[in-house]
């Protein structure tokens, strides 16, 4: 991993996590331009994700919206195109459950291009406080999809990643980002022992600890599992060039809330939910940002501050033995 040139990063207490102060970085006005840069969006259809998709269009760059409904998507391009007046955004069907899904996304994208500057794994989903359904293959959908299926989409774009990078196309090597969206939730509602590796099992062997877990502790422990998986990335290609950064975006109103119980939805939206207009700018600073390039490996909360995270989050072995697992658990697809 590359060394920062920056100081280590303050703790932010949670009440200033949980309702932060006006950001300093402001998107889009902050965000350069990106001319010849190209971006992949997961979860681009909506929400945060549809609104970081138009600010980088707007930016120049070329985007790939990547989705799991072709209809959802080209809707929100539509939009995207007309108010930006650019064209410069492209469809990705990807189902992020489904691991044969998630190869056929990166192939389809290696067959188109050569480079890929910034991946941006934004997809999610949050079944809290019922168990939601399982992947295609079995797995816990919460984990599946953010762990499992952005590790497989990552590892699968490396290469490429890489080959940016070093310039071997361009002929000017530059630093490549992935950036990943996981939540404060990694570390306020993810199980105590952190990682509960009895419910990451396939199928009914995991259904007693994914019971015992709930919905709320399985969305906490995916989102550890994105900011564990987001170290090893910087850990592994730092200093190949990769910057990894995992966040929390803040609370903001978005789909993710369509799964909670509509009670808990007015409360929570009543008490700690922000416009997607902040909630984009942590995620827009990561990725475009000049600063954030000094910031590999490292964890940003609400509006774009470097933060400590929990310490669970901060387990070398721990992220080690779950990228091992993630490994195991693609090969074949």
């Known amino acids: 991993m590359t060394t920062s040139k920056?100081?280590?990063?303050?703790?932010?207490?949670?009440?200033?996590?949980?309702?932060?102060?006006?950001?300093?970085?402001?998107?889009?006005?902050?965000?350069?331009?990106?001319?010849?840069?190209?971006?992949?969006?997961?979860?681009?259809?909506?929400?945060?994700?549809?609104?970081?998709?138009?600010?980088?269009?707007?930016?120049?760059?070329?985007?790939?919206?990547?989705?799991?409904?072709?209809?959802?998507a080209r809707a929100a391009m539509d939009d995207i195109s007309r108010s930006t007046g650019k064209s410069n955004i492209h469809f990705l069907k990807i189902d992020l459950a489904d691991l044969a899904s998630v190869r056929k996304a990166a192939e389809e994208y290696i067959s188109k291009e050569q480079e890929l500057h910034v991946l941006i794994n934004n997809g999610g989903l949050l079944y809290s406080p019922a168990i939601g359904p399982l992947t295609a293959q079995g797995y816990d959908v919460q984990f599946g999809v953010h762990v499992l299926g952005h590790y497989f989409f990552t590892t699968l774009l490396m290469p490429t990643l890489l080959r940016t990078a070093k310039g071997e196309v361009s002929g000017t090597p530059r630093r490549v980002r992935v950036v990943s969206v996981s939540s404060d939730a990694h570390e306020m509602t993810a199980p105590k022992q952190g990682i509960v590796w009895e419910s990451l099992q396939k199928g009914d062997a995991a259904l007693p600890a994914r019971k015992k877990l709930t919905g709320t502790r399985l969305y906490g422990q995916s989102k550890l599992g994105v900011v564990l998986i987001s170290s090893e990335v910087a850990r592994r290609y730092g200093d190949q060039g990769v910057v990894a950064i995992s966040?929390?975006?803040?609370?903001v109103s978005s789909e993710l809330l369509r799964n909670l119980n509509p009670i808990i939805a007015w409360i929570v939206k009543r008490i700690r939910i922000y416009p997607i207009s902040l909630g984009i700018i942590t995620s827009l600073y990561a990725a475009t940002s000049e600063a954030a390039l000094e910031m590999n490996g490292e964890y940003l909360t609400a509006w774009a501050r470097r933060q400590i995270p929990s310490k669970h989050a901060q387990n070398g072995e721990v992220a080690e033995r779950l990228w091992k697992w993630c490994e195991d658990q693609v090969s074949g697809f």
Request: charged share 20%.
């Open 247 to 251: 966040l929390h975006p803040g609370g």
């Open 6 to 72: 920056l100081p280590p990063p303050t703790r932010v207490g949670t009440f200033s996590e949980v309702w932060p102060p006006k950001p300093t970085w402001k998107a889009p006005e902050d965000v350069p331009d990106l001319a010849g840069q190209i971006f992949i969006v997961t979860g681009g259809n909506a929400g945060i994700g549809k609104e970081t998709c138009r600010v980088l269009v707007a930016r120049n760059a070329k985007v790939y919206l990547a989705a799991r409904s072709e209809k959802r």
